[in-house]
């Protein structure tokens, strides 16, 4: 099951779209600006964004720029009614990776999420490669050049959404809320504990470091 999330502040149209994509395989959640789209980003691992242009507050432009700057291969689709070559122009540059005029015929919007998941080489298995390390999230495994590194699925949880995201900063809160039972008796230092496990387990990976933001929490630096 893959994640989208929808970006658009017309309620009706978010609603139908993620209607849409849950009826045909996905996991939809919508969002009605990109505040409220940070807030779920936070919480789970999305495989492809749907955005409008023109919203209140942050419009479609800055956030595809917030977006590459934590991620720089997730999709990304505008679905705007701004049909002008400039806005087209202006949102491929910014990083996005195609471009629908409303209003959106949604089997067209389906073969489009189709063909960008294929591209993106997570159609059939939900993967991540950094350098020579390869986590696969639907076995819960972790292979360093071709060897298999032993994580618990805690570990490989957290692995996986700092890698996910890099260059963000998880609160050990935030980490605490997602990858813990909310009766678990474990306090926020309990992360600490885990990233000491994951970075020893890791040592021998020069591709990216967890780097300790003191006072809020972790966040993976590719190098």
Not at 51 to 79: C, H, L, Q, W
Request: with cysteine.
């Amino acid at each position: 099951m893959f994640n989208i999330l929808v970006v658009e502040d017309d309620k009706d149209l978010n609603r139908t779209v993620c209607s849409y994509l849950n009826q045909n395989g996905f996991e939809a959640k919508g969002a009605m600006e990109p505040e409220e789209a940070y807030d779920l980003m936070y919480e789970t691992v999305f495989d492809l964004i749907i955005s409008d242009i023109m919203m209140p507050g942050t419009d479609g432009f800055e956030f595809a720029e917030n977006v590459r700057d934590m991620n720089k291969e997730i999709p990304i689709i505008f679905m705007t009614a701004r049909d002008d070559f400039e806005s087209k122009r202006k949102g491929f540059r910014v990083g996005i990776d195609d471009y629908m005029i409303k209003p959106i015929d949604l089997e067209e919007l389906l073969l489009r999420v189709e063909a960008l998941l294929r591209r993106a080489k997570i159609n059939t298995n939900k993967k991540l490669e950094i350098g020579k390390l390869v986590l696969d999230a639907e076995e819960h495994s972790a292979y360093l050049d071709g060897e298999e590194i032993i994580l618990t699925v805690r570990e490989f949880d957290i692995l996986y959404k700092l890698l996910s995201y890099p260059k963000k900063t998880f609160t050990r809160t935030k980490l605490m809320e997602e990858f813990w039972d909310a009766e678990s008796l474990s306090g926020p230092r309990t992360v600490d504990v885990y990233m000491t496990k994951i970075r020893d387990k890791m040592s021998e990976c020069e591709d990216f470091e967890i780097v300790t933001v003191h006072g809020l929490g972790y966040k993976a630096v590719l190098k």
